[in-house]
Protein backbone atom coordinates (compact mmCIF):
# COMPACT_ATOMS: atom_id res chain seq x y z
CA UNK A 1 0.00 0.00 0.00
CA UNK A 2 2.51 2.54 1.05
CA UNK A 3 5.06 2.17 -1.46
CA UNK A 4 5.67 5.49 -2.58
CA UNK A 5 8.07 7.68 -0.68
CA UNK A 6 5.52 10.29 0.35
CA UNK A 7 5.29 11.03 3.87
CA UNK A 8 1.42 11.17 3.12
CA UNK A 9 0.67 7.82 3.29
CA UNK A 10 -3.25 7.69 3.42
CA UNK A 11 -4.36 5.05 1.52
CA UNK A 12 -8.07 3.77 1.38
CA UNK A 13 -8.28 6.66 -1.52
CA UNK A 14 -11.51 7.35 -0.12
CA UNK A 15 -10.91 10.48 2.16
CA UNK A 16 -9.24 13.89 1.13
CA UNK A 17 -5.64 13.93 1.32
CA UNK A 18 -4.39 16.40 4.77
CA UNK A 19 -1.44 17.74 4.71
CA UNK A 20 -0.90 17.12 8.33
CA UNK A 21 2.93 15.81 8.51
CA UNK A 22 2.64 15.60 12.06
CA UNK A 23 0.54 12.36 11.59
CA UNK A 24 -1.36 11.82 14.74
CA UNK A 25 -4.23 10.93 13.64
CA UNK A 26 -4.13 11.62 9.45
CA UNK A 27 -1.82 9.90 7.24
CA UNK A 28 -2.21 6.23 8.42
CA UNK A 29 -3.22 3.25 7.07
CA UNK A 30 -5.45 1.54 7.94
CA UNK A 31 -4.65 -1.05 10.87
CA UNK A 32 -6.84 -4.00 10.01
CA UNK A 33 -8.09 -4.90 6.47
CA UNK A 34 -11.34 -5.65 5.26
CA UNK A 35 -12.11 -9.48 5.51
CA UNK A 36 -9.19 -9.82 8.22
CA UNK A 37 -9.94 -11.78 11.30
CA UNK A 38 -9.71 -10.12 14.59
CA UNK A 39 -10.54 -9.49 18.20
CA UNK A 40 -13.07 -7.08 19.16
CA UNK A 41 -13.88 -6.12 22.78
CA UNK A 42 -17.14 -6.13 23.25
CA UNK A 43 -17.76 -4.88 27.00
CA UNK A 44 -15.13 -6.99 28.93
CA UNK A 45 -14.28 -9.30 27.04
CA UNK A 46 -12.54 -10.30 23.57
CA UNK A 47 -14.44 -11.72 20.62
CA UNK A 48 -13.66 -13.06 17.14
CA UNK A 49 -14.84 -10.66 14.60
CA UNK A 50 -13.99 -10.06 11.20
CA UNK A 51 -13.90 -6.85 9.49
CA UNK A 52 -16.62 -6.22 6.83
CA UNK A 53 -15.81 -2.62 6.10
CA UNK A 54 -13.02 -0.03 6.77
CA UNK A 55 -13.48 3.82 6.52
CA UNK A 56 -11.48 6.76 7.64
CA UNK A 57 -14.01 9.80 8.94
CA UNK A 58 -12.06 13.14 10.06
CA UNK A 59 -8.73 11.48 10.05
CA UNK A 60 -9.79 8.46 12.02
CA UNK A 61 -10.07 4.68 10.64
CA UNK A 62 -13.03 2.92 11.87
CA UNK A 63 -14.02 -0.94 11.02
CA UNK A 64 -17.24 -2.33 10.54
CA UNK A 65 -16.78 -5.76 12.04
CA UNK A 66 -19.11 -8.66 12.49
CA UNK A 67 -18.58 -11.17 15.48
CA UNK A 68 -18.16 -14.44 14.39
CA UNK A 69 -20.76 -16.90 15.81
CA UNK A 70 -23.07 -13.71 16.77
CA UNK A 71 -26.31 -12.82 14.95
CA UNK A 72 -25.66 -9.69 12.45
CA UNK A 73 -27.78 -7.34 14.47
CA UNK A 74 -24.70 -7.19 16.74
CA UNK A 75 -22.18 -5.95 13.57
CA UNK A 76 -21.07 -2.48 14.64
CA UNK A 77 -18.87 0.58 13.73
CA UNK A 78 -15.75 0.33 16.08
CA UNK A 79 -12.07 2.36 16.44
CA UNK A 80 -8.77 0.82 16.08
CA UNK A 81 -9.25 0.68 20.76
CA UNK A 82 -11.25 -1.94 20.49
CA UNK A 83 -9.61 -3.95 18.20
CA UNK A 84 -6.53 -6.17 18.16
CA UNK A 85 -5.05 -8.42 15.72
CA UNK A 86 -5.63 -12.31 15.73
CA UNK A 87 -2.12 -13.59 17.12
CA UNK A 88 -1.63 -16.15 19.54
CA UNK A 89 -0.58 -13.58 21.71
CA UNK A 90 -3.99 -12.12 22.09
CA UNK A 91 -5.46 -15.43 21.81
CA UNK A 92 -4.03 -15.76 25.04
CA UNK A 93 -5.18 -12.41 26.52
CA UNK A 94 -9.01 -13.27 25.11
CA UNK A 95 -8.60 -16.53 27.37
CA UNK A 96 -7.07 -14.66 30.56
CA UNK A 97 -9.79 -12.55 30.51
CA UNK A 98 -12.45 -14.95 30.74
CA UNK A 99 -11.07 -16.55 33.77
CA UNK A 100 -10.25 -13.74 35.31
CA UNK A 101 -14.14 -12.98 35.02
CA UNK A 102 -14.41 -16.44 36.27
CA UNK A 103 -12.00 -16.17 39.32
CA UNK A 104 -13.41 -12.61 40.75
CA UNK A 105 -16.96 -14.82 41.18
CA UNK A 106 -15.17 -17.44 42.51
CA UNK A 107 -13.43 -15.90 45.27
CA UNK A 108 -16.47 -14.14 46.60
CA UNK A 109 -18.70 -16.91 46.69
CA UNK A 110 -16.08 -19.67 46.91
CA UNK A 111 -15.71 -18.52 50.68
CA UNK A 112 -19.43 -18.85 51.36
CA UNK A 113 -19.91 -21.80 50.06
CA UNK A 114 -16.96 -23.41 51.75
CA UNK A 115 -18.90 -23.04 55.30
CA UNK A 116 -21.76 -24.83 53.98
CA UNK A 117 -22.58 -28.07 55.16
CA UNK A 118 -23.41 -30.51 52.33
CA UNK A 119 -26.70 -31.05 51.78
CA UNK A 120 -28.08 -28.15 53.83
CA UNK A 121 -30.46 -26.25 51.73
CA UNK A 122 -29.75 -26.76 48.00
CA UNK A 123 -30.95 -23.94 46.37
CA UNK A 124 -28.64 -21.27 48.52
CA UNK A 125 -25.49 -22.93 47.44
CA UNK A 126 -26.78 -23.23 44.00
CA UNK A 127 -27.23 -20.01 43.51
CA UNK A 128 -23.78 -19.36 44.70
CA UNK A 129 -22.63 -21.79 42.33
CA UNK A 130 -24.32 -19.63 39.69
CA UNK A 131 -22.44 -16.68 40.51
CA UNK A 132 -19.58 -17.98 39.39
CA UNK A 133 -20.35 -18.74 36.22
CA UNK A 134 -21.89 -15.60 35.12
CA UNK A 135 -22.16 -12.00 36.56
CA UNK A 136 -24.79 -9.80 35.58
CA UNK A 137 -28.20 -8.93 36.57
CA UNK A 138 -31.29 -10.30 35.79
CA UNK A 139 -32.89 -8.24 32.85
CA UNK A 140 -36.06 -9.42 30.72
CA UNK A 141 -36.10 -9.97 27.59
CA UNK A 142 -35.08 -7.12 25.50
CA UNK A 143 -34.57 -7.65 21.73
CA UNK A 144 -31.30 -7.61 21.03
CA UNK A 145 -30.29 -6.50 24.80
CA UNK A 146 -27.74 -7.18 27.29
CA UNK A 147 -29.61 -10.28 28.14
CA UNK A 148 -28.06 -11.63 24.64
CA UNK A 149 -24.76 -10.33 25.75
CA UNK A 150 -24.56 -12.26 28.66
CA UNK A 151 -25.95 -15.35 27.11
CA UNK A 152 -22.88 -14.99 25.00
CA UNK A 153 -20.54 -14.44 27.59
CA UNK A 154 -22.00 -17.92 29.54
CA UNK A 155 -21.53 -19.49 26.15
CA UNK A 156 -18.12 -18.75 25.76
CA UNK A 157 -17.47 -19.43 29.78
CA UNK A 158 -19.05 -22.94 28.68
CA UNK A 159 -16.74 -23.33 26.08
CA UNK A 160 -13.76 -22.31 27.99
CA UNK A 161 -14.78 -25.07 31.10
CA UNK A 162 -14.62 -27.77 28.41
CA UNK A 163 -11.97 -30.34 29.76
CA UNK A 164 -8.68 -30.27 27.51
CA UNK A 165 -8.67 -33.99 27.64
CA UNK A 166 -11.83 -34.05 26.00
CA UNK A 167 -11.02 -31.07 23.61
CA UNK A 168 -8.10 -33.36 22.78
CA UNK A 169 -10.07 -36.58 21.96
CA UNK A 170 -12.18 -34.63 19.66
CA UNK A 171 -9.38 -32.90 18.18
CA UNK A 172 -7.60 -36.64 17.32
CA UNK A 173 -11.68 -37.17 16.59
CA UNK A 174 -11.13 -34.78 13.72
CA UNK A 175 -7.86 -35.84 12.87
CA UNK A 176 -8.60 -39.69 12.28
CA UNK A 177 -11.63 -38.76 10.10
CA UNK A 178 -11.11 -35.67 8.27
CA UNK A 179 -7.26 -36.36 7.57
CA UNK A 180 -6.87 -40.23 7.52
CA UNK A 181 -9.90 -41.24 6.39
CA UNK A 182 -10.85 -43.42 9.26
CA UNK A 183 -14.36 -44.10 10.56
CA UNK A 184 -16.02 -44.85 13.96
CA UNK A 185 -16.29 -48.87 14.26
CA UNK A 186 -20.27 -48.97 14.00
CA UNK A 187 -22.66 -49.61 16.12
CA UNK A 188 -20.30 -48.61 19.45
CA UNK A 189 -20.94 -50.25 22.85
CA UNK A 190 -21.24 -48.28 24.94
CA UNK A 191 -23.95 -46.39 22.99
CA UNK A 192 -25.30 -42.89 23.82
CA UNK A 193 -27.94 -44.47 25.58
CA UNK A 194 -25.99 -46.40 27.75
CA UNK A 195 -23.85 -43.73 28.48
CA UNK A 196 -26.89 -41.28 29.16
CA UNK A 197 -28.44 -43.87 31.24
CA UNK A 198 -25.11 -44.43 33.04
CA UNK A 199 -24.70 -41.07 34.04
CA UNK A 200 -28.16 -41.36 35.59
CA UNK A 201 -27.48 -44.00 37.87
CA UNK A 202 -24.09 -41.90 38.98
CA UNK A 203 -26.21 -39.13 39.44
CA UNK A 204 -28.93 -40.67 41.70
CA UNK A 205 -26.43 -42.62 43.83
CA UNK A 206 -24.39 -39.72 44.65
CA UNK A 207 -27.07 -37.43 45.50
CA UNK A 208 -29.26 -40.63 47.01
CA UNK A 209 -32.37 -39.64 45.46
CA UNK A 210 -33.68 -39.02 41.85
CA UNK A 211 -32.98 -35.66 40.55
CA UNK A 212 -35.70 -34.47 37.91
CA UNK A 213 -33.97 -31.83 36.92
CA UNK A 214 -31.11 -34.30 35.38
CA UNK A 215 -33.76 -36.55 34.49
CA UNK A 216 -35.05 -34.07 31.81
CA UNK A 217 -32.08 -32.72 30.86
CA UNK A 218 -30.67 -36.44 30.00
CA UNK A 219 -34.09 -36.85 28.20
CA UNK A 220 -33.33 -33.88 26.12
CA UNK A 221 -29.81 -34.34 24.99
CA UNK A 222 -30.89 -37.66 23.96
CA UNK A 223 -33.79 -35.80 21.67
CA UNK A 224 -31.10 -33.65 20.54
CA UNK A 225 -28.75 -36.41 19.39
CA UNK A 226 -30.72 -38.24 17.31
CA UNK A 227 -32.39 -34.89 15.60
CA UNK A 228 -28.77 -33.25 15.27
CA UNK A 229 -26.69 -36.04 14.58
CA UNK A 230 -27.14 -36.63 10.94
CA UNK A 231 -28.32 -32.89 10.72
CA UNK A 232 -25.10 -31.10 12.21
CA UNK A 233 -22.91 -33.67 14.20
CA UNK A 234 -21.23 -36.00 10.90
CA UNK A 235 -18.42 -35.39 9.14
CA UNK A 236 -19.06 -35.71 5.19
CA UNK A 237 -16.98 -38.93 5.24
CA UNK A 238 -19.17 -40.33 7.56
CA UNK A 239 -22.26 -39.44 5.98
CA UNK A 240 -22.00 -43.00 3.74
CA UNK A 241 -22.02 -44.84 6.92
CA UNK A 242 -24.68 -42.79 8.35
CA UNK A 243 -27.04 -44.08 5.66
CA UNK A 244 -25.89 -47.86 5.98
CA UNK A 245 -25.99 -48.42 9.79
CA UNK A 246 -29.19 -45.96 10.77
CA UNK A 247 -32.14 -47.39 8.48
CA UNK A 248 -36.00 -46.98 9.61
CA UNK A 249 -37.08 -46.17 12.92
CA UNK A 250 -33.31 -46.86 14.36
CA UNK A 251 -32.87 -43.88 16.25
CA UNK A 252 -29.16 -42.83 15.72
CA UNK A 253 -28.37 -42.95 20.27
CA UNK A 254 -29.01 -46.74 20.11
CA UNK A 255 -25.75 -46.88 17.11
CA UNK A 256 -23.43 -43.95 18.14
CA UNK A 257 -21.05 -44.15 21.00
CA UNK A 258 -19.31 -41.28 23.27
CA UNK A 259 -17.01 -39.79 20.40
CA UNK A 260 -20.63 -38.50 18.42
CA UNK A 261 -21.56 -37.43 21.76
CA UNK A 262 -19.03 -35.19 22.72
CA UNK A 263 -19.35 -33.41 19.09
CA UNK A 264 -23.07 -32.94 20.50
CA UNK A 265 -21.53 -30.90 22.99
CA UNK A 266 -19.69 -29.08 20.92
CA UNK A 267 -22.98 -28.16 19.80
CA UNK A 268 -25.22 -27.19 22.47
CA UNK A 269 -24.67 -23.87 23.12
CA UNK A 270 -26.09 -23.16 20.13
CA UNK A 271 -28.73 -25.79 19.94
CA UNK A 272 -29.59 -24.17 23.31
CA UNK A 273 -29.67 -20.59 22.48
CA UNK A 274 -33.18 -21.12 20.71
CA UNK A 275 -34.69 -22.16 24.06
CA UNK A 276 -34.24 -18.63 25.07
CA UNK A 277 -33.88 -19.58 28.55
CA UNK A 278 -33.39 -17.29 31.52
CA UNK A 279 -30.20 -16.62 32.91
CA UNK A 280 -30.11 -18.58 36.44
CA UNK A 281 -31.40 -21.60 34.90
CA UNK A 282 -28.71 -21.32 31.76
CA UNK A 283 -26.26 -21.41 34.57
CA UNK A 284 -27.86 -24.49 36.19
CA UNK A 285 -28.50 -26.02 33.17
CA UNK A 286 -24.52 -25.30 31.66
CA UNK A 287 -23.00 -26.93 35.12
CA UNK A 288 -24.85 -29.83 35.47
CA UNK A 289 -23.82 -30.11 31.19
CA UNK A 290 -20.08 -29.50 32.46
CA UNK A 291 -20.93 -32.27 35.24
CA UNK A 292 -21.92 -34.79 32.39
CA UNK A 293 -18.87 -33.58 30.60
CA UNK A 294 -16.39 -34.42 33.73
CA UNK A 295 -18.28 -37.89 33.97
CA UNK A 296 -17.04 -38.68 30.23
CA UNK A 297 -13.68 -37.15 31.50
CA UNK A 298 -13.66 -39.87 34.28
CA UNK A 299 -14.52 -43.09 31.97
CA UNK A 300 -12.22 -41.69 28.82
CA UNK A 301 -10.64 -44.66 28.37
CA UNK A 302 -13.95 -47.02 28.58
CA UNK A 303 -16.20 -44.67 26.59
CA UNK A 304 -13.76 -43.58 23.92
CA UNK A 305 -12.21 -45.66 21.07
CA UNK A 306 -8.45 -44.93 20.80
CA UNK A 307 -8.40 -46.02 17.47
CA UNK A 308 -10.51 -46.22 14.59
CA UNK A 309 -11.55 -48.44 11.62
CA UNK A 310 -10.22 -48.20 8.10
CA UNK A 311 -7.30 -45.68 6.47
CA UNK A 312 -7.91 -45.14 3.26
CA UNK A 313 -8.63 -41.59 2.28
CA UNK A 314 -12.66 -42.78 0.89
CA UNK A 315 -15.41 -43.75 2.56
CA UNK A 316 -14.56 -47.26 2.08
CA UNK A 317 -13.41 -48.05 5.04
CA UNK A 318 -16.41 -50.41 6.46
CA UNK A 319 -15.38 -53.39 7.27
CA UNK A 320 -18.15 -56.32 6.19
CA UNK A 321 -19.56 -58.21 9.22
CA UNK B 1 -55.47 -30.51 76.63
CA UNK B 2 -58.34 -28.60 74.43
CA UNK B 3 -55.57 -25.33 74.92
CA UNK B 4 -53.01 -27.52 73.42
CA UNK B 5 -54.91 -28.97 70.61
CA UNK B 6 -55.48 -25.19 69.23
CA UNK B 7 -52.18 -23.96 69.33
CA UNK B 8 -51.24 -27.00 67.13
CA UNK B 9 -54.04 -25.80 65.05
CA UNK B 10 -52.62 -22.57 64.42
CA UNK B 11 -48.99 -23.98 64.14
CA UNK B 12 -50.44 -25.87 61.23
CA UNK B 13 -52.16 -23.05 59.61
CA UNK B 14 -49.20 -20.47 60.03
CA UNK B 15 -47.11 -22.84 57.62
CA UNK B 16 -45.83 -20.94 54.42
CA UNK B 17 -45.87 -23.57 51.53
CA UNK B 18 -41.84 -23.56 51.73
CA UNK B 19 -42.04 -25.49 54.39
CA UNK B 20 -44.67 -28.38 52.60
CA UNK B 21 -42.98 -31.70 51.87
CA UNK B 22 -41.32 -31.64 48.47
CA UNK B 23 -43.22 -32.97 45.59
CA UNK B 24 -46.50 -33.02 46.72
CA UNK B 25 -48.83 -30.60 44.91
CA UNK B 26 -52.13 -32.11 45.85
CA UNK B 27 -51.46 -31.33 49.30
CA UNK B 28 -51.49 -27.36 48.93
CA UNK B 29 -52.55 -25.85 52.38
CA UNK B 30 -53.81 -22.83 51.38
CA UNK B 31 -56.10 -21.19 48.09
CA UNK B 32 -53.78 -18.33 48.42
CA UNK B 33 -50.74 -20.53 47.96
CA UNK B 34 -52.57 -21.84 45.05
CA UNK B 35 -53.46 -18.38 43.31
CA UNK B 36 -49.36 -17.50 44.09
CA UNK B 37 -48.49 -21.17 42.11
CA UNK B 38 -50.55 -20.21 39.16
CA UNK B 39 -49.53 -16.75 38.84
CA UNK B 40 -45.44 -18.09 39.14
CA UNK B 41 -46.62 -20.62 36.03
CA UNK B 42 -48.50 -17.95 34.30
CA UNK B 43 -45.04 -15.42 34.76
CA UNK B 44 -42.99 -18.53 33.68
CA UNK B 45 -44.62 -18.21 30.42
CA UNK B 46 -43.62 -15.01 29.44
CA UNK B 47 -40.14 -17.15 28.85
CA UNK B 48 -41.10 -20.62 27.92
CA UNK B 49 -43.87 -20.77 25.80
CA UNK B 50 -46.09 -23.36 25.66
CA UNK B 51 -45.59 -23.47 22.06
CA UNK B 52 -42.20 -24.85 22.86
CA UNK B 53 -43.42 -27.75 24.37
CA UNK B 54 -43.94 -29.75 21.98
CA UNK B 55 -40.67 -29.62 19.29
CA UNK B 56 -37.46 -30.70 19.79
CA UNK B 57 -36.49 -28.29 23.01
CA UNK B 58 -39.11 -29.61 24.95
CA UNK B 59 -37.22 -31.02 27.33
CA UNK B 60 -35.15 -28.13 27.86
CA UNK B 61 -37.86 -25.82 28.03
CA UNK B 62 -39.56 -28.19 30.64
CA UNK B 63 -36.52 -28.03 32.89
CA UNK B 64 -36.68 -24.04 32.57
CA UNK B 65 -39.96 -24.14 33.83
CA UNK B 66 -38.78 -26.46 37.00
CA UNK B 67 -36.19 -24.06 37.68
CA UNK B 68 -38.29 -21.08 37.29
CA UNK B 69 -40.74 -22.38 39.79
CA UNK B 70 -38.18 -23.66 42.15
CA UNK B 71 -36.65 -20.39 42.73
CA UNK B 72 -39.82 -18.40 43.04
CA UNK B 73 -41.33 -21.03 45.17
CA UNK B 74 -38.78 -22.42 46.90
CA UNK B 75 -39.35 -25.61 46.52
CA UNK B 76 -38.39 -28.62 44.05
CA UNK B 77 -40.79 -29.12 40.97
CA UNK B 78 -41.00 -32.55 39.08
CA UNK B 79 -41.41 -32.55 35.50
CA UNK B 80 -44.68 -34.31 35.96
CA UNK B 81 -46.22 -31.58 38.38
CA UNK B 82 -44.92 -28.84 36.16
CA UNK B 83 -46.67 -30.01 33.10
CA UNK B 84 -50.30 -31.29 35.44
CA UNK B 85 -50.27 -27.18 36.71
CA UNK B 86 -49.54 -26.22 32.70
CA UNK B 87 -52.22 -28.39 31.90
CA UNK B 88 -54.65 -26.71 33.78
CA UNK B 89 -54.56 -23.13 31.48
CA UNK B 90 -53.78 -25.17 27.74
CA UNK B 91 -54.76 -28.25 26.47
CA UNK B 92 -50.96 -29.82 25.75
CA UNK B 93 -51.82 -32.13 23.50
CA UNK B 94 -53.30 -29.63 20.96
CA UNK B 95 -50.11 -28.33 20.82
CA UNK B 96 -48.05 -27.91 17.54
CA UNK B 97 -44.29 -27.59 17.41
CA UNK B 98 -43.01 -24.42 15.78
CA UNK B 99 -41.90 -24.95 12.45
CA UNK B 100 -38.98 -22.89 12.70
CA UNK B 101 -37.40 -25.65 13.82
CA UNK B 102 -37.09 -27.90 11.04
CA UNK B 103 -34.46 -25.55 9.09
CA UNK B 104 -32.68 -26.04 12.22
CA UNK B 105 -32.61 -29.57 11.27
CA UNK B 106 -33.07 -30.52 8.00
CA UNK B 107 -29.79 -28.40 6.56
CA UNK B 108 -27.24 -31.16 6.82
CA UNK B 109 -24.06 -28.85 7.63
CA UNK B 110 -21.14 -30.59 8.58
CA UNK B 111 -19.69 -30.80 11.51
CA UNK B 112 -16.86 -28.67 12.57
CA UNK B 113 -14.79 -28.01 15.66
CA UNK B 114 -14.30 -24.38 16.85
CA UNK B 115 -10.66 -23.27 16.40
CA UNK B 116 -10.33 -22.88 19.60
CA UNK B 117 -9.85 -26.28 20.03
CA UNK B 118 -6.98 -26.61 18.15
CA UNK B 119 -4.62 -24.16 20.26
CA UNK B 120 -2.88 -25.99 22.81
CA UNK B 121 -3.08 -25.07 26.74
CA UNK B 122 -1.31 -23.77 28.64
Given at each position: ????????????????????????????????????????????????????????????????????????????????????????????????????????????????????????????????????????????????????????????????????????????????????????????????????????????????????????????????????????????????????????????????????????????????????????????????????????????????????????????????? | ????????????????????????ASSL??EQSQVELELRVLQAL??YPP??L????????L??LM?YL???L???FSADEVLQLLDRFFNLEML???????????????????????????
Open positions: MGGSSNTNTSSGGKDKDKDDERGSRSTKEASFKEGEKVLAYHGPLLYEAKVQKSENKEDEWRYHVHYLGWSKSWDEWVTNDRLLKLTDENIRKQQELEKSQVVDKSVKSGRAAQHKPKGSNDAKTDKEDTKILVKGKKRKGQPGGTEEKERKSSESLFMSHFPSTLKKQLVDDWEFVTQLGKLVKLPRSPTVDDILKKYLEHRTKKDNKINDSYAEILKGLRCYFDKALPAMLLYKKEHHQYSEEVKGDVSPSTIYGAEHLLRLFVKLPELLASVNMEEDALNKLQQKLLDILKFLQKNQSSFFLSAYDGGSKGTDGIKTK | MEAAADEEQEGISAQSPAQAPPSSPKEFSKKGIHRHFVYGERNSDRQKPEDDEKDNFTQGEEFSLPESFFNKDE
